[in-house]
């Protein structure tokens, strides 16, 4: 069980706005770390979407926005497009640790 | 552009060490800015840090795996390198290098490898 909690899965038709939460504690997001995001593509490594909560890297489209509150994280997706489809993780500091950590990931998909 | 390519073998049989190297390209390994990571998933699961170090040897481990890995950094061959001790099935996956940002509490990782699947079994 990951340290940093995500649904499972998620789905949505195309065109419309999804989000996926991240769930952490007092000593990783609660405690000020940042989150970022990655997208993985079937077959392929991990792709930063979102890094430091909300910033996005040279060519991710805007439909990827994230944002942070308290313990918890999230990636929101408007405009869906089939391309999205893929699994999504978030990932923070733990100070209790001393340690990176991965939440179990999500899927999105479209229906 | 930077790109990290991993190589090392793709079978290991149980109990043996795993070693693997992430060659760099297009930067330095000996940058202040950045920490260089490994990554794993096992087949059909999520993904699983394992360690980062920084160019001057500064480690971080996964506690869970501490007592077991061995990172480090080569500035000569801008390389660095995962051991891995007494390996099990359970350490089956695709293992992944990457760049993380610095410090090492803002660690996003970009770019990534591609990934290198090592299969444990006799």
């Known amino acids: 069980q990951s340290v940093l909690t995500q649904p499972p899965s998620v789905s949505g038709a195309p065109g419309q706005r999804v989000t996926m939460s991240c769930t952490g504690s007092?000593?990783?997001?609660?405690?000020?770390?940042?989150v970022h995001w990655y997208q993985q593509l079937p077959g392929t490594a991990p792709k930063l979407l979102i890094y430091?909560?909300?910033n996005r890297p040279s060519g991710v489209p805007d439909r990827f926005s994230g944002s942070k509150s308290g313990t918890s994280a999230s990636l929101a997706i408007t405009g869906l497009q089939t391309e999205d489809e893929a699994d999504y993780y978030c990932?923070?500091?733990?100070?209790?640790?001393?340690?990176?950590?991965f939440g179990g990931g999500t899927r999105l998909t479209l229906l | 552009q930077l790109q990290l390519q991993e190589s090392g073998p793709g079978l290991v049989k149980p109990s043996e060490p795993l070693s693997l190297t992430c060659t760099v390209s297009?930067?330095?390994?000996?940058?202040?800015?950045?920490?260089w990571g490994w990554v794993r998933q096992p087949p059909g699961k999520g993904l699983e840090w394992i360690a980062s170090i920084y160019y001057m040897g500064v480690t971080f481990y996964k506690p869970s795996l501490r007592s077991r890995v061995t990172i480090s950094v080569d500035t000569s061959k801008n390389q660095f390198s995962l051991k891995l001790s007494s390996v099990t099935a359970a350490d089956t996956a695709v293992y992944y290098c990457?760049?993380?940002?610095?410090?090492?509490?803002?660690?996003?990782?970009?770019?990534w490898g591609q990934g290198t699947l090592v299969t444990v079994s006799s």
């Open positions: 430091n909560n909300n």
């Open positions: 990457a760049r993380g940002a610095a410090p090492f509490s803002r660690n996003w990782l970009d770019p």
């Open positions: 007092s000593s990783n997001i609660g405690a000020g770390y940042d």
């Open positions: 990932q923070s500091y733990d100070s209790s640790l001393s340690a990176s950590l």
């Open positions: 297009g930067g330095s390994v000996s940058s202040s800015d950045y920490y």
